[in-house]
């Protein structure tokens, strides 16, 4: 008998022509959470395998965070389809379970076999009756379910079901540019984009010396946080001072934030069109605050033609909250640092910025200057889910 | 020399004085300052403490620093008097805990606590009925040391913890694990707080931690400023902290192994010397090997300590911190003043080599065949 782990595909199994795109890239994404393991992973349409010397509780918190998969077995495999050589087995993994009530479920991929999966499971659960004082059978909510699975060469045995996390494997959907701040939406936004198979890298705005070293150690905290479900993630880190305090000294303060966000739509939009991204993404939420009101959203969404995809759009800050506590991000975003959003606040931010206006007003700085210098000097940041032991020598 | 008092004080590690060195050259910023050269040493600083949490599987915001046990043990009792004195004012401790808890226990005393000594058997453990029966619902907090300095006796702490929460769940447990933290393997998750310090795992002197789990609340003893941890304002001594981390990760590292050479070491000692008729082993079934206690009957304990000096062998005669009185430890598990009046205490490390237990023995011969003869 053998023991391994069992991986369920979900959503990924209504995939006709290109399963096996998505399968193989599966397989990769798993393989990297697993690297410092040693381990087998192989699949068949149905589900993959994995088998492991390590520790099998370890190989499940990591395999957890992986996207596209449905549901995870510890399962257990017996060279043999005949049902009295697999009993004895059955009988001994569930000598350590406490359980009042059970019930045994029957697959046979083996059509072979002489009797159907209902004659199987009743065999089996009889053969359970038996041996095992004070238990019963129930069908609706048993205390345990035992899967028994009779294959072609060998039949397989799991019992609990681990829920997976859903959405498509990493990078299966191509690459998306993630506008970062330390908020608590944008990790969100990069967290649902990730699970809908978008590979994504981020990129943060930084005002140095008006935002301090330590915001930018949040924005790499909170990255690598997403690098957990990304495999790893990389962050372009764009100084924007200048363009900042150009904006400042030259635009009427109700429009600096529209401005603003322009100028960080056009950056990203640049810097997106080189790393091959095909979208933007970030974490406006309709009506949160002054830039985000429709009005707004298009005066500054028009300025590129790369799509943006809001993952938040509709949703409730109470929402958004829930989720980044689950992805433990939150914690992070809250820590009080300045970034480049709450610096040179308007009193009163427009709500329905004019569009003409904007170009008016950006035609007194010279922005097209200003974005390729910041482009240019830009920092890249490769950003891995296990921190470095910074100061591993001293301790 | 020969040194044999590591359960005084150890020497500081080579690689952690050179830790030490380095950080107080390199990260000398202020960990509270706002530029780069202060960001960077509170990281240092944050690695250094979430080492330390790694290691004893607790929470980075668990641990205050301290100068030391001594003041570990002022903080988690003083602090958690301050914090519940309106819920009750009785405190149960042992009969075998380091001076400093005694010093601590006098002053709350006399500042209208209640103090209640529990019994401990002929082993030296706790007497877990005596316990049982001391706590009340107004016992505020019970502190019972993990491993007693003088005799080695390790309590059961999980039990002793059962038996409190039991009786009566909002009582503190604190646990003063200074001889047992670097030695043998502890469970901080067995008790509410616990006090140890760097300078008896081969770190450096004048650092200590008081770690106290997340649901307990105490006052601080000190005000002052600083952003790290309300329980301990003021300037964090980055370099000592570093330097902590560092001898914990060591000291913890191969502990069984290590453990398990200091017993035969140990073995060897009792062996040879127990043939003596005025020399009585001190050592119970739960006494940790590191510690060796032995009573010596006729010969001054001062005095046998001085003639060991004269061949650089050093050892403690009772405890470094209690020279000169009865030993309380000693007389709390055999009941016998005579036995309590002269002991030694021969204490142990992985750095001992079989030479110099060889050498130790030899001398103890010379020593004993001499004193033997003047006293009695």
């Keep these: ?395 | 020399m020969i040194y044999l008092d590591y359960s005084a004080t150890t020497p500081v590690g080579f690689e952690v004085l050179d830790t030490y060195n380095r950080t107080s050259k390199d990260f000398f910023g202020n960990p509270n300052s706002l530029h780069e050269l202060g960001v960077k040493t509170k990281n240092l600083m944050n690695s250094a403490t979430k080492q330390i949490a790694e290691i004893f599987n607790i929470l980075d915001s668990e641990i205050t620093y301290t100068n030391g046990a001594t003041e570990s043990n002022n903080l988690a009792l003083i602090g958690c008097a301050l914090e519940y004195h309106k819920k009750g004012k009785h405190i149960i401790t042992s009969k075998l805990e380091h001076p400093s808890i005694y010093a601590i226990c006098d002053y709350l005393e006399s500042m209208g606590f209640e103090i209640s000594y529990v019994k401990n058997d002929e082993e030296g453990l706790v007497d877990f009925e005596d316990l049982k029966s001391l706590i009340r619902p107004d016992t505020i907090l019970v502190s019972i040391c993990a491993v007693n300095s003088e005799t080695g006796v390790r309590q059961p702490l999980k039990m002793i913890r059962q038996i409190i929460k039991k009786e009566n769940p909002e009582t503190i447990f604190h646990s003063d694990m200074t001889q047992a933290v670097g030695k043998v393997s502890v469970n901080f998750h067995d008790v509410d707080m616990a006090t140890f310090t760097g300078h008896k795992i081969y770190g450096p002197k004048g650092i200590g931690v008081l770690y106290k789990n997340s649901s307990v609340n105490i006052k601080p003893i000190l005000y002052g400023s600083g952003k790290s941890n309300m329980l301990n304002p003021g300037t964090p001594p980055v370099p000592l902290i570093v330097a902590l981390s560092k001898a914990v990760r060591l000291a913890t590292t191969d502990i069984e192994k290590r453990e398990r050479f200091i017993e035969r070491l140990n073995n060897k000692v009792v062996d040879a010397i127990s043939k003596y008729e005025g020399v009585m082993i001190n050592k119970t079934k739960y006494s940790i090997p590191h510690i060796l206690n032995i009573s010596l009957r006729n010969i001054k304990g001062e005095t046998f300590l001085h003639a060991l000096e004269d061949y650089e062998v050093y050892v403690s005669s009772n405890t470094a911190c209690s020279s000169g009185n009865l030993s309380t430890s000693v007389l709390a598990i055999y009941n016998d003043r005579v036995r309590a009046s002269s002991t030694l205490r021969i204490s142990l490390s992985h750095l001992t080599t079989t030479d110099e237990i060889n050498k130790f023995i030899e001398y103890f011969d010379q020593i004993y065949k001499k004193l033997s003869g003047l006293h009695g």
């Design chain 1, 1 to 395: 008998m053998e023991k391994i782990i069992l991986i369920k595909y979900g959503e990924l199994s209504t995939k006709k022509d290109n399963i096996n795109f998505f399968l193989t890239k599966l397989r990769d994404n798993i393989l990297v959470a697993l690297k410092d393991m040693n381990v087998n992973v192989s699949y068949d349409l149905g589900r993959m395998f994995i088998r492991t010397d390590a520790d099998i509780d370890e190989v499940i918190k990591r395999v957890t965070n992986v996207f596209g998969i449905h549901e995870i077995n510890v399962g257990y495999i017996i060279e043999s389809n005949n049902i009295n050589e697999i009993a004895p087995y059955v009988l001994e993994l569930l000598k350590d379970r406490e359980f009042k009530t059970f019930k045994v479920e029957s697959k046979r991929s083996n059509k072979k076999i002489e009797f159907t999966s209902i004659e199987l499971s009743k065999m089996m659960g009889a053969e359970i009756l038996k041996n095992i004082p004070d238990i019963k059978v129930q069908v609706n909510n048993p205390d345990i379910l035992i899967n028994i699975e009779y294959r072609k060469d060998n039949s397989l045995v799991y019992f609990e079901k681990i829920k997976g996390l859903g959405g498509y494997p990493v990078g299966t959907l191509g690459k998306g540019l993630l506008m970062l701040s330390g908020g608590i939406d944008s990790p969100v936004a990069g967290y649902m984009t990730i699970k809908r198979g978008v590979k994504i890298e981020a990129i943060y705005f930084e005002s140095p010396p008006h935002t301090s070293i330590e915001a930018k150690n949040k924005v790499i905290k909170l990255a690598r946080k997403l690098a957990k479900y990304n495999n790893d993630i990389i962050l372009h880190v764009v100084n924007f001072t200048e363009i900042q305090e150009e904006i400042y000294k030259n635009i009427p303060h109700e429009y600096l934030i529209t401005i603003m966000r322009r100028m960080m739509y056009r950056v990203s939009a640049i810097i997106a069109g080189r790393r091959k991204a095909k979208i933007l993404i970030n974490g406006e939420s309709i009506g949160q605050v002054a830039s985000q009101t429709l009005t707004s959203m298009a005066a500054i969404n028009e300025v590129v033609r790369i799509p943006v995809i809001r993952p938040l759009a509709c949703f409730d800050k109470l929402d958004i909250i829930d989720i980044a506590k689950k992805i433990d991000t939150y914690e992070t975003s809250i820590l009080p640092f300045e970034d480049c959003c709450t610096i040179f606040v308007p009193k009163h931010p427009v709500i329905n910025p004019d569009k003409v206006k904007c170009l008016e007003y950006e035609k007194l700085i010279p922005y097209e200057e200003m974005i390729y210098k910041a482009v240019k000097g830009h920092e890249i940041i490769k950003i891995e889910e296990k921190e470095k032991k910074e100061f591993e020598d001293l301790l």
